[in-house]
C-alpha cells in the first residue's frame, strides 16, 4: 500500500494567506486539487496534516466531494517545520501493508495524475528508497520514500528535514523524467500564485 501524505500546516507568512486554501484556476483550493490528484492517480489512502487552519481546510476538503475522503490531522506545533507534520503523517499511516509514501507540501498544487502514476510505476519496478519526478535537472513533488526509510526520516534532524534523508540517499534515488512543470511549481508569495494563475489561463 502507497500513501499519500500532504504537508498542510504551514503559516504562509509570506503568501499572507492560507496557501491551502489558494483557489486554482476553476476555483477549486489547493489542498482539494492535491486530494483529488492522488485520487486519480489510484492513491486512496491520503493524509492531510494542517496546523491553525485546520477547520478552514476540512471544511474546503469537505465542499469539494473528492472520490477519496482523506484523513485529516492537526500538528500542535507546525512553527517546528515540515517535518514536524511528516512525523505525524508517518505515525498515522504506520499500519499493515504499508509500503510507501508519497509526500508533497500543499503549496506544489499542479502536480498531474500522470506524474504521481510515473513515479509509483517506477518505484515497484526499482523498488528505490527514494523517487521523485524530475523535469530535466530540475526535482519536484511528490517525493516517495520506500518503508526502509522510514526510520532515517523520524530520527532526521528538524532543522533539516526530510533533505537530510534524500542527500543521504543521492545514489540510490532515482529520477524520473516526467513532461509536467507542474510538479516544480512552489507556490510561496502572492507574486508566484499571480505567474501560476496567468499561466493556468494561458496568459
Not at 47 to 68: E, F, M, R, S
Not at 156 to 178: I, T
Request: hydrophobic share 50%; charged share 20%.
Amino acid at each position: 500500500m502507497v500513501t499519500a501524505i500532504v504537508l498542510a500546516a504551514g503559516e504562509s507568512k509570506r503568501m499572507g494567506r492560507p496557501k491551502a486554501l489558494l483557489p486554482d484556476r476553476e476555483g477549486r483550493p489547493f489542498v482539494a486539487r492535491l486530494v483529488r490528484a492522488f485520487a486519480a492517480a489510484g492513491v486512496d489512502d491520503v493524509i492531510l496534516v494542517t496546523g491553525t487552519q485546520h477547520a478552514a481546510i476540512a471544511a474546503a476538503v469537505a465542499a469539494d466531494a473528492p472520490l477519496v475522503s482523506p484523513t485529516i490531522l492537526i500538528n500542535p506545533d507546525p512553527a517546528r517545520g515540515q517535518l514536524s507534520s511528516l512525523w505525524i503523517g508517518l505515525e498515522a499511516a504506520a499500519r499493515p501493508g504499508l509500503e510507501a509514501v508519497l509526500v508533497t507540501p500543499v503549496d506544489i498544487p499542479m502536480v498531474r495524475p500522470s506524474t504521481i502514476q510515473q513515479v509509483v510505476e517506477v518505484w515497484r519496478t526499482t523498488r528505490a528508497p527514494i523517487v521523485r519526478p524530475a523535469v530535466g535537472a530540475r526535482h519536484g513533488h511528490p517525493v516517495l520514500f520506500d518503508r526502509a526509510v522510514f526510520d532515517e526520516l523520524r530520527r532526521a534532524p528538524l532543522a533539516d528535514g526530510a533533505r537530510a534523508v534524500v542527500h543521504a540517499h543521492a545514489d540510490s534515488l532515482v529520477n524520473v523524467p516526467v513532461d509536467d512543470e507542474g510538479c516544480l511549481v512552489d507556490v510561496d508569495t502572492p507574486a508566484d500564485y499571480d505567474a501560476l494563475i496567468r499561466r493556468s489561463s494561458g496568459a
